[in-house]
């Protein structure tokens, strides 16, 4: 991949994620964070909506397939390893619901949100 196209993908999906920010806010949730980054893994939105601690993970691909697809059982641990990392830190959300979403981004179109698209194995944070 060429520098020039690495930084469009780059502002590509940086423009995504800021889309998924504002669907996010219009549909009553609250971010908290965005970008987040801990050692062992990064998330990319990180909303509150009541008791619910929404893990968001934004993908902006050509289809909503491949979109969903990207998604690898690896990069789920590493977000659940970073979701552990923010709790830690922010202990006042320790108490909440923690739910892992995605949001899938085509061009022209608004994002898909899926809800609860994932579930740890075991049932609860490492």
């Known amino acids: 991949m060429t520098d020039a196209r690495r930084r469009q993908a780059y502002r590509h999906g940086r423009a995504s994620e ?4 504002l669907v996010l806010r219009l549909k009553g949730y609250r971010i908290l964070a965005s970008d987040f980054r801990a050692p062992v893994g990064e998330i990319d939105i990180i909303a509150r909506r009541g008791m619910t601690l929404a893990i968001v993970e934004v993908k902006a691909r050509a289809s909503l397939a491949d979109a969903a697809e990207s998604i690898s059982p690896r990069q789920r641990r590493r977000i659940a390893r970073a ?17 892992f979403d995605v949001m899938l981004v085509r061009r022209w179109r608004l994002p898909h949100h899926l809800r609860n698209a994932w579930r740890l194995e075991g049932g609860s944070l490492p």
């Open 18 to 21: 800021a889309l998924c920010r």
């Open 83 to 99: 979701a552990s990392a923010f709790l830690a830190l922010n202990p006042a959300a320790a108490g909440l619901a923690v739910r």
